[in-house]
T-cell receptor
Framework: DTEVTQTPKHLVMGMTNKKSLKCEQHMGHRAMYWYKQKAKKPPELMFVYSYEKLSINESVPSRFSPECPNSSLLNLHLHALQPEDSALYLCASSQALQLEFGETQYFGPGTRLLVL | TQLLEQSPQFLSIQEGENLTVYCNSS?????LQWYRQEPGEGPVLLVT?????EVKKLKRLTFQFGDARKDSSLHITAAQPGDTGLYLCAGIGGGADGLTFGKGTHLIIQP
């Protein structure tokens, strides 16, 4: 099983709403990632969790709040988002945080988020 | 700051033609990956190249990692409409966190 699943597939929310994105993998990977991808742009790294601890926060605004409740799950809590936050949010996982020597990241299909 | 320059940014060719996509950097990466992404989907890994000078083949796709591990190329032979998509190169290592993505090549193969 090399699958990373993400729910929901699509999400529309207002600027005052609170919502959460979910990501799950059962490959025993200990590193999980959130990326943001705007249309026709490459993915941009947001957060990295290693062994359920936040290892990297790429200066992401506090209206995005990640959570890793266990080694298989990764959440992204959203609150008071802006229209410019509309994007495809991708989750990925890898065996370990060290990506040296060809460590593979597996991406989920993404959640398409629209903020109105 | 790690930078991967990918070219061309857009490419539209006829079915059956050959093409090459380039990924260049001034930084040395321990390995480099190529992904293909369909609209609204996550990137799907095509290949990882690790050794300088390495060449890998995946059916009609040939991937090469430069000797100095600063650049890579993707060559597609006899392109098919099913090859249409966004091709992303991503570097690993060199002091950066996670993957460093190139800007991508939007490839359209016209029947």
């Amino acid at each position: 099983d090399t699958e990373v699943t993400q729910t929901p597939k699509h999400l529309v929310m207002g600027m005052t709403n609170k919502k959460s994105l979910k990501c799950e993998q059962h490959m025993g990977h200990r590193a999980m990632y959130w990326y943001k991808q705007k249309a026709k742009k490459p993915p941009e790294l947001m957060f990295v969790y290693s062994y359920e601890k936040l290892s990297i926060n790429e200066s992401v605004p506090s209206r995005f709040s990640p959570e890793c409740p266990n080694s298989s799950l990764l959440n992204l809590h959203l609150h008071a988002l802006q229209p410019e936050d509309s994007a495809l949010y991708l989750c990925a996982s890898s065996q370990a945080l060290q990506l040296e020597f060809g460590e593979t990241q597996y991406f989920g299909p993404g959640t398409r988020l629209l903020v109105l | 700051t790690q930078l991967l320059e990918q070219s061309p940014q857009f490419l539209s060719i006829q079915e059956g033609e050959n093409l090459t996509v380039y990924c260049n950097s001034s930084s040395v990466f321990s390995s480099l990956q190529w992904y293909r992404q369909e609209p609204g989907e996550g990137p799907v890994l095509l290949v990882t190249v690790v050794t300088g000078g390495e060449v890998k083949k995946l059916k009609r796709l040939t991937f090469q990692f430069g000797d100095a591990r600063k650049d890579s190329s993707l060559h597609i032979t006899a392109a098919q409409p099913g090859d249409t998509g966004l091709y992303l190169c991503a570097g690993i290592g060199g002091g950066a966190d996670g993957l460093t993505f190139g800007k991508g090549t939007h490839l359209i193969i016209q029947p």
